[in-house]
């Protein structure tokens, strides 16, 4: 049985509206996707900005309700759980996105951020909870000082790191990174990918990894799902898709992605001045 299962879904949005208030227009942003994530592995969604990637991310946590189609988590129809059952639930899937400020308080410090989640799901008290996120921050890689600290004293990098942190606390199977690193410092982004990488392998966790950066999901993806224009054009191992891509599109999409040019080839330093 695979962890995450998502059969056929579906996603329109209103475009047009008469005086009314009918819908007059429609766009299919998400049409007919199937894909499934098996535990502990990388499912990469890529494609063009517009494509419908993000929607399918949150569709499969059912942070948007399909209009049509099904998705099931270890097996269970996730559409079908009502609000306890559903939240519940919200404990083994979480997500990740790109700009990580925005989705933490600004006036809370980054150690009661990351143990937030034990007093929402467990009404955990003050001092373990606290205790459990420290633990998690220094896994990510910050210092004990930055528990302290709030949002807006952070780097960009750091609160990625924080927003890595929370959510792991209620220990997910499967986290939906929508574009985590695309807002980072090349540096900075290998970093954050790496550490992603080892909490994987560590944790058994599984990621739908969404992004349009395609150099990067070679290196983190198992398999990777191409999509176009709301579907799903090519899909395969990532190995096998980079190195002969049997759509057209996909190929496109590579052929823009800068590939590392090989020592030998590398012009010779020159010197100005
Ligand atoms: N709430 C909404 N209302 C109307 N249209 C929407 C809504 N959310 C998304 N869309 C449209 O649906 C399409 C798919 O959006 P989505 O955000 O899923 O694309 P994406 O592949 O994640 O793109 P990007 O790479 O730019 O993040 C886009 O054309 C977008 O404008
Ligand atoms: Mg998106």
Same mark, same amino acid.
């Given at each position: 049985?695979?962890?995450?299962?998502?059969?056929?879904?579906?996603?329109?949005?209103?475009?047009?509206?008469?005086?009314?208030?009918?819908?007059?227009?429609?766009?299919?942003?998400?049409?007919?996707?199937?894909?499934?994530?098996? !535990?502990? $592995?990388?499912?990469?969604?890529?494609? +063009?900005?517009?494509?419908?990637?993000?929607?399918?991310?949150?569709?499969?946590?059912?942070?948007?309700?399909?209009?049509?189609?099904?998705?099931?988590?270890?097996?269970?129809?996730?559409?079908?759980?009502?609000?306890?059952?559903?939240?519940?639930?919200? !404990?083994?899937?979480?997500?990740?996105? !790109?700009?990580?400020?925005?989705?933490?308080?600004?006036?809370?410090?980054?150690?009661?951020?990351?143990? $937030?989640?034990?007093?929402?799901?467990?009404?955990?008290?003050?001092?373990?909870?606290?205790?459990?996120?420290?633990?998690?921050?220094?896994?990510?890689? #910050?210092?004990?000082?930055?528990?302290?600290?709030?949002?807006?004293?952070?780097?960009?990098?750091?609160? !990625?790191?924080?927003?890595?942190?929370?959510?792991?606390?209620? +220990?997910?199977?499967?986290?939906?990174?929508?574009?985590?690193? %695309?807002?980072?410092?090349?540096?900075?982004? %290998?970093?954050?990918?790496?550490?992603?990488?080892? #909490?994987?392998?560590?944790?058994?966790?599984?990621? #739908?990894?969404?992004?349009?950066?395609?150099?990067?999901?070679?290196?983190?993806?198992?398999?990777?799902?191409?999509?176009?224009?709301?579907?799903?054009? $090519?899909?395969?191992?990532?190995?096998?898709?980079?190195?002969?891509?049997?759509?057209?599109?996909?190929? $496109?999409? #590579?052929?823009?992605?800068?590939?590392?040019?090989?020592?030998?080839?590398?012009?010779?330093?020159?010197?100005?001045?």
């Amino acid at each position: 049985m695979s962890l995450l299962e998502a059969k056929h879904l579906t996603k329109r949005f209103a475009v047009k509206r008469n005086l009314f208030g009918r819908v007059t227009e429609w766009f299919t942003a998400v049409d007919d996707v199937s894909f499934t994530v098996e !535990q502990g $592995e990388t499912l990469a969604l890529v494609g +063009e900005s517009g494509a419908g990637k993000s929607t399918t991310g949150r569709m499969a946590l059912r942070l948007i309700e399909p209009d049509m189609g099904e998705v099931r988590f270890e097996g269970e129809d996730l559409l079908a759980l009502d609000g306890p059952a559903m939240r519940k639930r919200r !404990q083994d899937m979480q997500m990740i996105f !790109q700009d990580p400020f925005s989705s933490l308080a600004p006036h809370r410090t980054i150690g009661e951020a990351v143990a $937030e989640p034990l007093l929402v799901h467990f009404g955990m008290g003050s001092k373990e909870r606290l205790a459990i996120a420290a633990g998690l921050l220094d896994r990510v890689g #910050l210092s004990a000082a930055v528990r302290e600290r709030y949002p807006s004293e952070l780097s960009g990098g750091q609160l !990625q790191r924080v927003a890595i942190a929370r959510a792991l606390t209620l +220990e997910p199977k499967l986290i939906v990174c929508d574009e985590p690193v %695309a807002a980072l410092d090349v540096s900075v982004r %290998a970093q954050v990918l790496n550490l992603m990488h080892d #909490l994987q392998a560590e944790r058994k966790l599984a990621y #739908l990894f969404v992004s349009h950066d395609l150099a990067l999901v070679e290196v983190i993806a198992d398999r990777v799902a191409v999509m176009s224009h709301g579907r799903i054009v $090519e899909e395969g191992p990532s190995a096998e898709l980079f190195r002969s891509p049997k759509t057209e599109y996909t190929a $496109e999409l #590579l052929s823009a992605v800068p590939r590392p040019v090989p020592r030998s080839l590398r012009a010779p330093a020159t010197t100005l001045g």
